[in-house]
């Protein structure tokens, strides 16, 4: 989501494509809900895919919540000239308030395995866990989960703030690169204070809350499975490891609190 020059500043991000962070300005929606732009080529495997995300309460309800809303237009776009996926071309109205929003994904989204930084949960689910009998399935319906994650954070975030935000990481970007990496340029600094944040501080804490919502799907969906344990022990390691600043997101959860898996 966030314009973020990643391959400068040494990420490896999961959502690969550049997005469209331009601020679109509509007309609230009077005939909204989830509009599924999938090709037939790829119709069963987005069907499977949504059947695993709607097995738990919270796929159903956060499903449910878009699919009812006649003032909201979520697209979901299946493409197969994507890695990943990615959720962008945001929509507000001229209240400032959030009512259309984007998620494609790959339709290799079952495939690949995105880092442990940034992506703890999405992590767990690797090549590693899929041996331990993680279905594709569960897999690709956990991105979902985190791409839902993405839509329900910018709902509740300031509109002027995000525009702020997507703006001025292009000139911090710009900046950081000429004057050879150095984060203390006072330029720099004067950008990140009216961002809340450098470029690379906002786009994690955007992939860390996601991670949350995919953790809390995970744990609904696989909390009877017998290699729940080792997805979720995997999960608190990478935190513990890459994102010890940022656990205070998912223990506030009990879904990760009261896991058995620490006792």
């Avoid at 290799?108 to 009998?133: K, M």
């Avoid at 989960?145 to 935000?165: C, D, F, P, R, W």
């Avoid at 050879?180 to 809350?209: C, F, H």
Wanted: aromatic share 10%; hydrophobic share 35%; with cysteine.
């Amino acid at each position: 989501m966030a314009a973020v020059n990643v391959s400068a500043l040494n990420i490896t991000p999961f959502e690969s494509d550049a997005p469209d962070l331009t601020i679109h300005i509509v007309k609230t929606p009077t005939d909204g809900g989830i509009k599924e732009d999938v090709s037939p080529k790829y119709r069963e495997r987005f069907e499977k895919w949504k059947s695993e995300l709607l097995a738990t309460e919270l796929g159903r309800d956060q499903w449910n919540k878009y699919a009812n809303n006649k003032s909201f237009v979520l697209t979901i776009v299946v493409s197969g000239d994507r890695k990943g996926a990615g959720t962008d071309k945001y929509q507000w109205n001229d209240e400032g308030k959030l009512v259309g929003a984007t998620i494609t994904l790959s339709a290799a989204l079952e495939d690949g395995s995105p880092p442990p930084i940034y992506y703890p949960v999405l992590n767990s689910l690797s090549t590693d866990a899929i041996t331990h009998s993680v279905s594709r399935t569960i897999v690709a319906a956990t991105r979902l989960s985190h791409e839902l994650g993405h839509v329900n954070q910018t709902a509740e975030a300031n509109m002027n703030l995000i525009q702020t935000q997507n703006k001025l990481m292009l000139q911090y970007n710009s900046i950081f690169v000429e004057n050879g990496l150095n984060s203390k340029d006072a330029r720099l600094l004067d950008l990140a204070g009216q961002m809340n944040g450098t470029p690379v501080q906002i786009w994690e804490s955007r992939e860390y809350w996601s991670e949350v919502n995919a953790m809390r799907y995970l744990s609904q969906r696989i909390n009877k499975e017998n290699f729940y344990c080792f997805v979720f022990k995997k999960i608190r390691r990478n935190i513990e490891t890459y994102a010890k600043a940022y656990e205070d997101r998912f223990s506030q959860y009990p879904e990760f609190t009261n896991s058995p898996c620490w006792d």
